[in-house]
């Protein structure tokens, strides 16, 4: 079984305070993804990966980044956290094309 | 960019009945995949669709990807208390696109 893994479930952080969120998958998937999930707004995509080392904007990459220096690991960075970041975010890895499959999610709060 | 349509977007059911919901796009797909996600879950995986017309089971899941390739249907039999969550539909264009979610439909099973 694909097996995707993030480092916390829940996350209370403060304005202003720099955020790392990591996701490890386990099945050698080239693609990695970071979305943020809020109510009414369904999955919207922050950045994706297609290999180590290698980063692409999402559709709301603004006030993310991202680091993919293992291919199993890709981790998303809040440079400075706002309370506009309060969210769920969930990582999901895949073959090249293939089926995403998604970790338990980090619901964030910031206060 | 591409939008998914995913109906209805909530649905209250008496447990035993079966159940449908259909996701559209103006858009045609080669890929289309259906998700469930528990409250305060990542979402999983439930069956993957991959050429028009197809029909595929998953214990009392039967998907179909729409031969127009431009929609997507999921029903379940038999609704049972643990069907209850949000069902994502996704949907990819051409090879090595990023999929496209749906907004979801929430399900609630009475008992």
């Known amino acids: 079984d694909v097996k995707v893994t993030q480092s916390s479930r829940y996350l209370v952080k403060r304005t202003g305070e720099k955020v790392f969120l990591e996701c490890v998958q386990d099945m050698d998937h080239e693609n990695m993804f970071w979305y943020r999930q809020d109510p009414g707004l369904g999955l919207r995509l922050i950045y994706f990966?297609?290999?180590?080392?290698?980063?692409e904007k999402g559709d709301i990459p603004e006030g993310y980044s991202v680091s993919r220096e293992k291919k199993e690991r890709f981790s998303l960075i809040l440079e400075s956290a706002s309370t506009n970041q309060t969210s769920m975010y969930l990582c999901a890895s895949s073959l090249i094309a293939g089926e995403q499959y998604f970790g338990p999610g980090t619901r964030l709060t910031v206060t | 960019g591409q939008q998914l349509n995913q109906s209805p977007q909530s649905m209250f059911i008496q447990e035993g009945e079966d159940v449908s919901m259909n996701c559209t796009s103006s858009?045609?797909?080669?890929?289309w995949l259906w998700y469930k996600q528990d409250p305060g879950e990542g979402p999983v995986l439930l069956i993957a669709l991959y050429k028009a017309g197809e029909l595929t089971s998953n214990g009392r899941l039967t998907a179909q990807f729409g031969i127009t390739r431009k929609d997507s249907f999921l029903n379940i039999s038999a609704s049972i208390p643990s069907d209850v969550g949000i069902y994502f539909c996704a949907g990819q264009g051409d090879y090595g696109q990023n999929f496209v979610f749906g907004p979801g439909t929430r399900l609630s099973v009475l008992p």
């Open positions: 858009s045609i797909f080669n890929t």
């Open positions: 990966s297609y290999d180590v080392k290698m980063k």
